[in-house]
């Protein structure tokens, strides 16, 4: 790894360690003033500090974020995407920062709300009808958070749609043990016939789909949804349900489209048109597309409609067409 990149990326992840190790010290003094009777002064202290560790970890995974972009990058344009493993290992890149959100969501804005003195209504408390409204007018976010107020918030998210952090579609006993080791996020494991009878399916961080039937992709496009950052796919796949997907989320940085995407040489112009477009999303970093089974001629077309319609950079690695930002963001 680049040596400035390789020290960003250490510094990052020190530093937003080093303020969760702290917040786990101070976490148990929070916890026990929540029902010990307290001063005002104390009370608007307690809520003083609980902001700052809130700003303050927010920020931290800002920068690590940042970083994580970089090296995306850095890694697919020096053809070393097996690297990417550095980016899901224990306490490193994404799992450092689903566990900081993780602990801003669900502990430190908590008791901030419970030390603002607000005094919310039991949600077992709401006539029945009323519960089942507010669940459904609940924005998917807000869901999310929604999940962890108790065991009967969750009966009802389950009720409304499938959420899931890292789905995998499993067709067979040999795809499910290749999934298993891959170990990102825990995916959330579901046979191909459950699939198919879903309405809906909310994603939070990385879509996966590797399949060879086409039905499969069709019900994608129908109950695919969420905040994913991450889309690859595989397999019978058209070029509509790829950029379908793509757009399917607003927070998406990352495609991978891989063996199997059909597309003919009169969809070309096209299917550049839509990447164009979706190069143009606020968050978007990278597209890496495999262009392997196609006429020889799409690679350099490709490439000089993004270079000139964009200001991204169009290379190839090997079967590979990487098209990212460049240069790297600060």
């Known amino acids: 790894m680049d040596p400035i990149l390789q020290q960003k990326y250490i510094y990052v992840h020190y530093h937003l360690i080093s303020l969760l190790r702290k917040w786990k010290q101070e976490e148990p003094y929070f916890n026990s003033r929540v029902t010990a009777t307290i001063s005002p002064a104390l009370r608007r202290t307690i809520v003083l500090r609980l902001s700052c560790f809130l700003l303050q970890i927010n920020n931290a995974v800002i920068r ?9 990058i850095f890694l697919a344009t020096k053809q070393r995407h097996n690297i990417t493993v550095l980016l899901h290992q224990h306490n490193c890149g994404y799992n450092l920062k689903d566990t900081a959100c993780t602990i801003t ?10 030390f603002k003195e607000t005094e919310p209504i039991p949600f077992e408390m709401l006539p029945y009808d009323f519960q089942n409204r507010l669940v459904a007018l609940l924005s998917p976010s807000d869901l999310i958070r929604f999940k962890f107020a108790g065991k009967t918030a969750l009966k009802y998210v389950h009720r409304r749609g499938m959420f899931s952090k890292c789905p995998q579609v499993i067709e067979s006993s040999s795809h499910y043990n290749d999934v298993k080791k891959t170990g990102r996020y825990g995916p959330d494991i579901i046979s191909k016939s459950r699939f198919l009878k879903l309405d809906t399916w909310h994603i ?3 879509l996966y789909l590797f399949t060879n039937t086409p039905k499969m992709f069709d019900h994608a496009v129908k109950i695919f949804s969420g905040e994913y950052f991450y889309v690859s796919l595989e397999g019978a796949f058209t070029w509509k ?24 040489a009169f ?7 839509a990447v164009v477009k979706w ?9 890496d597309l495999d262009w392997s089974a196609y006429h020889f001629a799409f690679p350099s077309q490709f490439m000089e409609y993004i270079n000139s319609q964009t200001s991204f950079n169009a290379i190839i690695n090997f079967n590979y067409i990487s098209v990212f930002k460049h240069p790297p963001f600060d």
Do not use: P
């Open 204 to 206: 939070i961080f990385e």
């Open 64 to 72: 690590l974020t940042r970083v994580i972009d970089n090296v995306q």
């Open 105 to 114: 969501r669900t502990k430190i804005e908590v008791l901030l709300e419970k």
């Open 267 to 273: 969809d070309y112009d096209d299917f550049f048109e």
């Open 241 to 264: 349900h790829a950029i379908h997907l793509m757009n399917a989320s607003k927070r998406i940085k990352y495609a991978i489209l891989r063996n199997g995407m059909q597309i003919d």
């Open 279 to 287: 190069l143009e999303k606020e968050h978007t970093i990278m597209l």
